[in-house]
C-alpha cells in the first residue's frame, strides 16, 4: 500500500493588519456584531456575527483598492470605512457587499486618520501626511475636499459638537486646534500651541459626554 507524503505548505495567514469592532442591527432589526478584517494588500472584509448562534455573513469588497483603514458607525446605522489606500467605502444592513464611494483626498499619497460625524450628518475625514480634511454628504453622495488645514504639519484629527462645531486637532511639531467653517472649509487657528521639538507645552481635543468640544492645555481648559 502506497502513501503519499504530506508537503507541510506553511502559515498561510499570519495576522490581519486592520481589525474592527462595531456593534450592528441587522436587516431585521436584531442585534449583531460587525467584525472587519484585511491583509495587506489584499481586499477588506466584514463578517456579520449572530450573536445568538455565532453565524457568520461575509461581506467582501470587490472594488480595488480597499484595504482597512479607521471607520465609524453613523446615526443611521450606516458603517463607513476609510481605506489606508485613500478611498472611502459603505456598508448598510442587507447588503451583499462594500459599496466603494469615492476617492478621499485630492492629493495622491494621504491615509486617514480619524472621522467625525455632525449632527445634519455630514461625514469628516482628517488625513495625514499633509494635514488634509474631507467633507462627504451621504444625501447627495459628494465629497467636498477642502485641502491642508496647516501649511507645515502634517496630521488633522477632525472632531463634530453636538452644536455643529468642527474643529481638529493638528500634530504633530506644533499641536493646535483648528476651527473649521463646515460649509467652506476655512481653517481658523485658535488656542494654545505646543511646541514638541523644544519640549515645550501640550494640546489635545476632546468630545465629551455633553457633546461639546474642549481643548485640554498647557493653558488651561476651553469650550
Not at 489606500?85 to 499619497?109: N, V
Not at 488634509?132 to 477642502?146: G, K, Q, V
Request: hydrophobic residues 35%.
Amino acid at each position: 500500500m502506497s502513501t503519499t507524503p504530506a508537503n507541510d505548505l506553511g502559515i498561510p495567514v499570519r495576522a490581519v493588519s486592520f481589525v474592527a469592532v462595531e456593534p450592528w442591527r441587522d436587516a431585521a432589526g436584531k442585534l449583531s456584531l460587525l467584525v472587519m478584517m484585511c491583509q495587506t494588500s489584499s481586499a477588506l472584509f466584514v463578517a456579520e456575527v449572530d450573536l445568538e448562534t455565532g453565524h457568520c455573513r461575509q461581506v467582501l469588497a470587490t472594488q480595488p483598492n480597499t484595504d482597512g483603514g479607521i471607520c465609524l458607525r453613523s446615526r443611521d446605522g450606516t458603517l463607513y470605512i476609510a481605506s489606508n489606500s485613500g478611498y472611502l467605502l459603505r456598508f448598510r444592513p442587507g447588503d451583499l457587499a462594500l459599496s466603494q464611494l469615492g476617492k478621499l483626498f485630492e492629493i495622491d499619497g494621504q491615509s486617514p486618520v480619524l472621522m467625525a460625524e455632525t449632527p445634519d450628518g455630514m461625514i469628516f475625514i482628517g488625513g495625514c501626511n499633509a494635514c488634509i480634511l474631507t467633507r462627504y454628504e451621504p444625501a447627495s453622495n459628494t465629497f467636498t475636499r477642502y485641502g491642508k488645514m496647516d501649511p507645515e504639519d502634517q496630521y488633522f484629527y477632525p472632531k463634530a459638537g453636538i452644536d455643529g462645531t468642527v474643529a481638529g486637532l493638528v500634530l504633530m511639531c506644533h499641536p493646535h486646534v483648528v476651527l473649521v467653517d463646515p460649509q467652506t472649509g476655512e481653517p481658523r487657528s485658535l488656542g494654545p500651541v505646543a511646541h514638541r521639538d523644544g519640549g515645550h507645552g501640550h494640546v489635545s481635543l476632546h468630545k465629551l459626554a455633553d457633546g461639546m468640544l474642549y481643548i485640554e492645555s498647557h493653558e488651561g481648559h476651553f469650550r
